[in-house]
């Protein structure tokens, strides 16, 4: 039986960027649980391929934030500087400002289990648009939860004065 190893993407991400840079595809395991329900952490493996000259909205996108964080997370809207505005789908806070040379690869597909999803796939855009939709309500909620809860303390520490 093979032995398996593993590795972090830093360490990794100069064969990986060498591989794509031929025209070949990457095939890696991401960490975190920024994007489930899609991707499982110790489970799920993600096919990356070089990125097209411009992302549109619902890429899956592996790109590098400022401080040298490797991150994949879906473009949920493209901002009117042109930036990309980044998501996971396991969270409602977007990230602002990420540009083109922040991108290093978008997915072409993924393998849930052995079972491989093409980003291209009518079902799994359908995936997308709903995630999408529901980050904003989550994002919405978050506020009333937290007005709500301000309220609630201005209520309480009126009472407490009389």
């Known amino acids: 039986m093979m032995e398996s190893k593993e590795v972090r993407l830093t360490e990794m991400w100069p064969l990986m960027a060498e591989q794509l840079k031929a025209g070949k595809k990457v095939?890696?395991?991401?960490?975190?649980?920024?994007?489930?329900?899609?991707?499982?952490?110790?489970?799920?493996t993600v096919l990356i391929t070089s990125p097209p000259k411009r992302l549109r909205k619902y890429d899956l996108t592996l790109y590098r934030r400022e401080n040298g964080q490797f991150v994949l997370?879906?473009?949920?809207?493209?901002?009117?500087?042109?930036?990309?505005i980044m998501c996971g789908d396991n969270q409602y806070a977007r990230e602002y400002g990420i540009t083109d040379k922040n991108i290093l690869a978008v997915a072409?597909?993924?393998?849930?289990?052995?079972?491989?999803?093409?980003?291209?796939?009518?079902?799994?855009?359908k995936y997308c648009k709903k995630q999408v939709?529901?980050?904003?309500?989550?994002r919405h909620l978050v506020r009333v939860k937290q007005l709500i809860k301000?309220?609630?303390r201005v209520f309480y520490a009126k009472n407490e004065k009389k």
Do not use: W
């Not at 095939?27 to 799920?44: E, T, W, Y």
């Not at 597909?109 to 855009?125: F, V």
């Open 27 to 44: 095939r890696f395991a991401p960490k975190g649980i920024s994007m489930l329900p899609m991707i499982r952490q110790n489970l799920d």
């Open 73 to 84: 997370h879906r473009v949920v809207g493209i901002d009117r500087d042109g930036s990309y």
């Open 133 to 138: 939709r529901k980050q904003l309500m989550r």
């Open 150 to 152: 301000r309220m609630i």
């Open 108 to 125: 072409e597909g993924y393998y849930r289990g052995d079972e491989y999803i093409a980003c291209t796939d009518k079902k799994y855009l």
